[in-house]
Structure formats: structure tokens, C-alpha cells
């Protein structure tokens, strides 16, 4: 009873998979609240499809467990599940028309007629697409496929729907459109999602949480300020958003702040959120939108750079610079060109220490 | 404008180059042997397709006879039962083998074409030597005790069967195993999301989807086997088919007249079969 009625819907417990060359998911473990819009991202083989086919029904794991409700599910097939999914081609039957396709999952499961022909109507209403009944998947367009899919995998009340790519096959309008479409009917229907996508920005404007994959494993598990502002890992740091990563030595530390050294220079950091020891080596990820280059040096900074270009970008200007190793930067900032050094100009780097994240200890080199 | 219309013109004259021998070929080895055979049976018995004759509809009266009927009858029945037996065992083959791993895929696709590599005479041939009456099928039956004394399968109406559905397998094999091949299953996974058991995911996607193949492969087999009768008389099945009755006609009977209506009747039904298929939204198989 309590563990029904907890916060958390779906638990995935130590899972891990191998289809015999090696593994697909090792140990992957998450937790997702009721109402939550969980993301799982990553580059194309990291193991976020088989998560999700997991969860499905459609991949059994060799080890781990899959927890619906409190209630293990992971030797139940697929339509055992109360959990649909929105497959990434949309898999809509070719041969049932909009209103078969919505209603399908309702008749296999023994609803009486008029109950189906009530929730079909209401489902083609919330995707907008009751006009289209009585169409053929070929007739639609990729969007309004797009649609009927999300009514049909939603017309049987899962209490978890997954979406694979849902998106990925618009264009970027209508994709931009879509996300926002989405997230609107995830909130007002209140079901849990979780979503996998490549694109990064779709995931930092639709998710509560955001789980970032690489070679079967997360990466990071966060918010999208967390996963964005505090890169756990030097991958995490490259996938999401633009960014310059610098290496360097710890030459001092006093637990709040550190000084690093690199071969290009120094610089201070903030070191509340990594535990840093004297003589390690660590990575800072500064975002290009945070990153400055100034005329004058800027005290706890010595990082030189030689500017090879500055570019107006709409906004802002970015700055291409060089520093002393080779190593090229790019530092936004000034909004106007007039503001911006001339080509072979000595700049100085600097940021706000709160804003760059440290990557240190046991996630350096990750 | 101009100039496009005068390069499809030079294109349609280049096409038409391909086509001639194509063209000549069919007209010189069917359409006028075809024509030939209607005349014939359109002139009064014992006459020549030619100028002079006398012509008459009689060839086809003559045909309304009860034994003849039977006859055709036998015929379809046989060609039905065979293409039943075709798609019962060869649609899960065709079925298995587009889902196999790729080195059964190869392994079963050899099964399937290797038997047209040799005369399927020599092969019902072989047939008759395993199911004769001291063959193997009965000795390996007699030493598991199953039986006592050797079964007579030659020349029962099973063992023409056998014989038909052997030799017409493959044409129900391919079309349907090019159908499942083609099949997208994660539609099949859409429909067990949705809640379907596999068997009932089956029906409602698998089977209509692969329906084209199937429909294909009925008619491939059926169309032929109408028309076969050697099987059933190397089986020693004895059956009467419109085959033996035609042959008969033309070679013991001499009756070239009727003969030839009778080879009429049999395009006309099977040609009308495939139109019927066609109509019903068939896929073209190689054909108009």
C-alpha cells in the first residue's frame, strides 16, 4: 500500500543487457516520480533505446529488475504493461484507418463500443486531429502521424507512456512546435514520461529530469540547470551546449576556492561542489555564452590569448581566439563590433567562477 | 516544349527497338499458336483451321457432358486442395525463414531452390521409390513397430497430393516469404504495447499485412495446377483431370476440334481466376 501510493512510479534496479557484443546497459538504476518527464539523452548506440524497450516489455533484461507501482514487472510481456509507447517510426497499422489505429488499444483489451467511440473522439480532440477519423496512416502528413500516435498510445490510460525520438523525423519548425505541444498535454494529462532524444535542446526545454548516456551507462542524472550548469563528466560537458574545456593541475586549494594551473596559465576556480586535493588534475568546463575576453588582465586570471577573428552573431559577438598552447576558445560578450579587438590582439580570458563547473577527483578523465 | 515532347518521341522509338524482339517472339510463340487453337475448335469436328472450313460452336456443346464436368471438377478440387496444403506448410516456412537469423535464412533459401535444379520428374520418381510398397517410408515404419504390413501410398489419392504440393511449394514459399521479409514488426511490437498476445497480434497485423504474398502465392500454385495431370498419373492416382482428358483427346481420340475447346475453357477459367485476383487489388506477378 505505501509503496503503491509513493512518489515513485517506475524504479529500474541495477538493469543491465548484452545482445552478445558486448554490453548495451550495464547497471543502469533509475528512479522516475509520478508526473515526472524523465529524458534519457545521448548520442545514437548509448544504450537509451534498449532502456526504453525495457521498460516496455519489448527487451527482457539479463540482470536487474523493472518496478511498476511496487510491483515487479520484469518477466511480464509487453501487453501485460500498463505502459505504451510512441515508437520512433510511429509504427501506425497501415491498414486501419485514425480511428482504428486510436481505438485499437482499447478493443484488444475487451472495452465495450461505446466507451471506445467516446475515447477515441476525445483522444483525436486533445491531438487536434478529429477530422481525420476516418484517413489512412498514408494520407497524413509526417506531423499528423505524429499525432495519431501519441492518441493511440494514450487512449488506453497508460500509466507511463514512453517516447522514442517521437520528433525526430519533423522538421525543426514543427519539432520546435511539437516540444512545446507535448509538454502542454504531459502537464494536463499528468502522465509520466519518458522521452529519448539526441538533441539537446529538446531535452533542456521539455524535461523535469534529464539522464544523460554514454556506452550503457548514465553519465548524469539532473535537472537541466544541474546537467548544464555542473557538467559531471567531460562528456556530459561536450554533449550539452558549447563549451570550452580547459585541463590544468590543482596548485592550492582551501576548500572553497582552488588555483589551477595549466600550460597555458592560471586561473581560480569555485570549488563548493568538487572535492579537490592539491596535485590533482582536473577539467573546467566554461560555456561559451559565459566565457569573456578582455583588453586588460582581470585579476585570478592569466590566461593570454591571441585573437585570430570576431564575428557578429546576432546579439552578440563571438571572439576566436588562441591561446598559448594552440588551444582555440571562443568567448561571447560584447554586444557590439565596435566593442570587439582587432585580429591579433592580446586578450585575457575570464569568467565568473560561479558560473564554470569543475569536473575533479574521481569524474576526472571520465 | 517542344524539344521535351521530341525527346520522348526518340525515347518511345528507342523503347520500342527493345520491345520488338520481345514483341515478336510472344506473337510468333503464343499469340499464334493461341489463335490456331481457338480456330480449331471454333470449325466443325475433323476439319483444319483454315480457309474454307465450316464453323460451328458444337466443339463446346459437345463439352456439356456430366463426365466432363466431373472431370474439371476433379481438376479444381485437386488444384484447391493443393494450394491449401501449399499455404498450410509453406507460409510458416516462407513465414520462418524471412524471420530466421541470416545463416538459417541462407540454409532454408537453398531447401527451397535447389529442387528446381532437377526435373521435377526425376524428383516424383524419387518419390515413388521411398513410398513404394517395400520402400524405406514403410520400412522405416515397420521397424518402429508402428506397422505390420506395408501400406499401399502409391496410388492414393494422398500420395497425388504429396506429389502436387511438393512440386508447388516453392511458388507458395517465395511470394509469401518476400512478404513477411518486407513487413515492418515493429508494428507487431506497436500492437503487444497496446495490449495484443502475440497470436492475436498475429492476426490483426501479421496476416492482413502479409495478405498481398499470400494471395500471390494461391495463385501462382493454383493457376498451374489445374492444368497438371502427370503426377497424378506417375502416383498411379488415376484421377481423370482436364490434363488427361485434353491429352487424351488430341493424341488417342484424335479429335483435335474438341481437344482444342477444352484447352480453351482451361485458359479461359484460369485466366479468369487471375483476373478476379487482379481485380480484387492482386499484385501484378510479373504479368499485366
Known sequence: MDEAMSEVLLSLKHISKNFGEGDVLSDVSLDVKRGEFVTLLGASGCGKTTTLRIVAGLETPDTGEVILNGQDMTSLPPESRPVNTVFQSYALFPHMNVEKNVAYGLKVRGADKKTIAARVKEMLELVQMSDYAGRMPAQLSGGQRQRIAIARALAPQPQLLLLDEPLGALDLQLRRQMQIELKRLQKKLGITFIYITHDQEEAINMSDRIAVMKGGKFEQLGTPEEIYDRPATRYVAQFIGRSTILTGKVKHTNGFSAVIETGNGSFTVDSAHAKLTEGEMCDLCVRTERMRASKTPVEGFSLPATVREARYAGGSVLTYVTLRDGTEVVAEGVERMADAPNPGDTVYMHWNPAQAAVIGGASYGA | ?288
Open chain 2, 1 to 288: 516544349m517542344a524539344h521535351k515532347s521530341a525527346l520522348r518521341a526518340a525515347d518511345t522509338r528507342r523503347n520500342a527497338l527493345f520491345v520488338l524482339p520481345m514483341t515478336l517472339f510472344a506473337v510468333v510463340l503464343v499469340a499464334l499458336p493461341l489463335i490456331y487453337v481457338l480456330g480449331t475448335s471454333l470449325v466443325q469436328s475433323g476439319q483444319d483451321f483454315s480457309f474454307g472450313a465450316t464453323f460451328t460452336l458444337q466443339n463446346y456443346k459437345s463439352l456439356l457432358r456430366t463426365d466432363y464436368l466431373m472431370v474439371f471438377f476433379n481438376s479444381l478440387k485437386l488444384a484447391f486442395l493443393t494450394t491449401l496444403v501449399s499455404f498450410i506448410i509453406g507460409y510458416p516456412f516462407g513465414y520462418c525463414m524471412a524471420r530466421a537469423g541470416r545463416r538459417w535464412k541462407a540454409l532454408l533459401m537453398m531447401l527451397v531452390i535447389i529442387p528446381f535444379w532437377t526435373s521435377a520428374l526425376v524428383r516424383i520418381y524419387g518419390w515413388k521409390i521411398l513410398l513404394q510398397g517395400s520402400g524405406p517410408v514403410n520400412g522405416v515404419l515397420k521397424s518402429l513397430g508402428l506397422i505390420e504390413k506395408n501400406i499401399k501410398f502409391l496410388g492414393s489419392y494422398g500420395s497425388v497430393l504429396l506429389a502436387m504440393v511438393y512440386c508447388m511449394i516453392s511458388f507458395m514459399i517465395l511470394p509469401c516469404h518476400s512478404a513477411v521479409d518486407k513487413m515492418d514488426f515493429t508494428l507487431v511490437e506497436a500492437a503487444r504495447d497496446l495490449g495484443s498476445k502475440p497470436w492475436k497480434a498475429f492476426l490483426d497485423v501479421t496476416l492482413p499485412l502479409t495478405m498481398p504474398g499470400i494471395l500471390a502465392g494461391c495463385v501462382l500454385v493454383f493457376v498451374p495446377s489445374v492444368g497438371i495431370f502427370y503426377l497424378s498419373d506417375i502416383m498411379g492416382g488415376g484421377l481423370v483431370l482436364v490434363g488427361n482428358l485434353i491429352r487424351d483427346q488430341l493424341l488417342k481420340v484424335r479429335d483435335w476440334n474438341t481437344g482444342s475447346a477444352m484447352s480453351m475453357v482451361l485458359i479461359v477459367l484460369t485466366a479468369g481466376i487471375y483476373l478476379v485476383y487482379r481485380k480484387s487489388g492482386g499484385d501484378d506477378l510479373g504479368v499485366f
